[in-house]
């Protein structure tokens, strides 16, 4: 079988839309400019760098979700690590940019329709995970906004989701997530957040 390339690759949708976006993001931290930079350099794999298949590491996608009034976050006990953490995972073949991957996996995780999202990242973090016996995630993070009146369920992959104050966050609290609820807020404040492209 002749190896996939180019326009055939199922994530080459996916990997220009990553690689374009993030050489024009503007980080919101030294950190994230850091991660952004290594995030890059993980890129020139190609294509294969969005796929959970590719050992050295991964591009994953999430969000911080808000409520209407940007007074609350939800947030996921995972049912994996038993850390409170915002939505978001693995990028699939179908995903064509980053941020309709981490509106699909806010939606999928929360059970909430009609949530918007700001298509401008809020942070990148690089951290380690299980994944194919041990690799990292190299995460690119964005605002999401749920609709008034939105209901949670909670899906398989979470053992609970709560709605938090930016200012009271949950124990124990992964590594990461508190450093998304300022940027966010910034978000919200600034631009109205829609649906993903």
């Not at 590719?54 to 690590?81: E, I, Q, Y």
């Not at 979470?158 to 978000?187: N, Y």
């Amino acid at each position: 079988m002749p190896a996939i390339t180019g326009d055939d690759d199922p994530y080459a949708a996916l990997y220009a839309d990553a690689t374009a976006l993030l050489t024009e993001w503007t980080p919101t931290s030294p950190a994230a400019g850091m991660a952004r930079e290594r995030t890059l350099a993980l890129l020139a794999a190609g294509p294969v760098a969005m796929s959970r298949a590719h050992r050295p590491g991964h591009v994953t996608a999430s969000a911080l979700v808000l409520d209407a009034t940007g007074s609350r976050v939800l947030l996921c006990l995972h049912g994996k690590f038993h850390r409170w953490v915002q939505l978001g995972g693995h990028c699939e073949p179908g995903d064509r940019t980053l941020a309709g991957a981490a509106l699909r996996e806010a939606t999928e995780e929360s059970g909430i329709p009609g949530l918007r999202i700001d298509p401008v990242p809020i942070d990148v973090d690089i951290h380690p995970v299980t994944c194919q016996g041990g690799s990292l995630h190299y995460d690119v993070r964005f605002a999401v906004l749920a609709p008034a009146g939105a209901v949670e369920h909670v899906s398989d992959e979470s053992t609970a989701l709560g709605w938090f104050p930016p200012g009271q966050l949950p124990e124990p609290l992964a590594d990461g997530t508190v450093q998304l609820v300022a940027p966010a807020l910034a978000t919200l404040r600034r631009s109205p957040l829609r649906p993903a492209p």
